[in-house]
């Protein structure tokens, strides 16, 4: 069974630019979750998908904004990035909304 | 407003005594917590989780105890072995929901 893949691994972008990443649930799971995790700090609550809709959203600007495909692969894109956007971005899958996540490695965006 | 806190950044145990960590929430509409132990350069694993209407939650060398009216969690690793070295994130969600609070973490090392 393969787990949850994030891609790209690490990325370096500009003030301004837009950015998408990408993750890949583990087979079976229909939801996906994303988190923010800033040096220092736990993972943050961005939003959550189940089954092509958004089913919950932290505190996040309109700018980050998500997707989720009928494979229930998953894309974030976030625009007009700000230095303070550099972080480790995690996705999670899990089998249904209330079941247990289980995240990918992370992709490590910086912001210059 | 941080609603999980993990106090202790860092805890360092010899190798074969007991490692606590502990955690502090203040949303009372929490009813689900977990634990997540994190390696550098890969995701959160799920370690263990417990239910409200539980006090002690076991899986082999993983105990959680939680004391609701302190709103109160803790995590016993029994004997502490090297591979236990890792950041452990406490974590709770409410109605098992969408969303789960991450604490900033602990940082475990177990000593030779």
């Known amino acids: 069974e393969t787990g949850v893949t994030q891609s790209p691994t690490h990325l370096i972008k500009t003030r301004g630019q837009q950015v998408t990443l990408r993750c890949s649930s583990q087979?079976?799971?229909?939801?996906v979750s994303w988190y923010q995790q800033a040096l220092g700090q736990g993972p943050q609550f961005i939003f959550q998908?189940?089954?092509?809709?958004?089913?919950g959203r932290g505190n996040f600007p309109p700018r980050f904004s998500g997707l989720q495909f009928p494979n229930y692969s998953s894309e974030l894109n976030v625009n007009a990035l700000e230095l303070d956007d550099s972080a480790l971005y995690l996705c999670a899958s899990s089998l249904d909304r209330s079941d247990t996540q289980y995240f990918g490695p992370g992709t490590r965006l910086t912001v210059l | 407003d941080q609603q999980v806190k993990q106090n202790s950044p860092s805890l360092s145990v010899q190798e074969g005594r007991i490692s606590i960590l502990n955690c502090d929430y203040t949303?009372?509409?929490?009813?689900?917590f977990l634990w997540y132990k994190k390696y550098p350069a890969e995701g959160p694993t799920f370690l263990i989780s417990i239910s409200s209407i539980k006090d002690k939650n076991e899986d082999g060398r993983f105990t959680v105890f939680l004391n609701k009216s302190a709103k109160h969690l803790s995590l016993h690793i029994v004997p502490s072995q090297p591979g236990d070295s890792a950041v452990y994130f406490c974590a709770a969600s409410s109605n098992r929901d969408d969303k789960i609070i991450f604490g900033k973490g602990t940082r475990l090392h177990i000593l030779p």
């Open positions: 998908y189940y089954r092509e809709e958004e089913n």
């Open positions: 087979s079976g799971h229909n939801t």
């Open positions: 949303n009372s509409m929490f009813d689900y």
